[in-house]
């Protein structure tokens, strides 16, 4: 594979417009979010569709990190009714269930998380049988080197760095028939997906920002 990269936008700290970003392993000085090394770089350095949301958060690092781990379904309502409207009420409520842990529960395997960030990623196969492969540990060393045919990769993170909330969602195909298939899903999820994603942010932050030993605000 060469190493150029497909889709890439961002949103700005406000949730702006989209803009174009250089393409490549990172963005130069730093990512554009500060001097901290993005472990998403060295876990899945190259991609073919990337996505990127940003928002202003006023809390402690450790605390915005916290709030990421507690943030429930009820925090993100537009994917909590997408699913359960999907499902037409035979899908038990998940209302007060952490939204990231069920994330990891079901496929997705955590890669890395310090001080700064948190990433976490899967495995998918795009063929029969198809979903999640199974990561032998550790996780993120299977992650980077698994090359087979037939699958994708794809890792989020999130990232706290002078006093900005970050996420960015990366995609790598194995081959080119898969990076076809999943081309073609990526055109149908990456606007709900986006939604979604700029919704779990402002969750986090509500949860982040609000007083100790109180509940987030509802959205």
Known sequence: MDDTHGTDAMDGVDDGDGVDAPHGPGDGNGNGDGPAERALDRLLPRWDHRERHAVAVRAPRAR?????????????????????AGSLGTRRDKAD??????????????????????VVGAVVAT???????????????????FDRPGHYKVAFDFRVVEGRLSTE???????????????????????????????????????????????????
């Open 127 to 145: 063929e029969d049988p198809k979903g999640p492969a199974r990561l032998a540990a550790p996780a993120a060393r299977s992650f980077t080197e």
């Open 64 to 84: 915005v990190l916290r709030a990421v781990d507690e943030t429930r379904w009820r925090d993100v309502p537009l994917f909590h009714a997408l699913m359960l």
């Open 169 to 219: 969602t990366r995609v790598l195909s194995t081959d080119e028939a898969a990076r076809r298939r999943f081309a073609r899903y990526w055109m149908l999820i990456r606007l709900p997906s986006g939604l979604v994603r700029r919704e779990w942010l402002h969750g986090i932050r509500r949860r982040a920002e609000s007083p100790p030993g109180t509940p987030a605000p509802n959205p």
């Open 97 to 118: 269930e952490p939204f990231l842990g069920s994330m990891t529960s079901g496929g997705f395997t955590e890669l890395h998380r310090d001080a700064h960030q948190l």
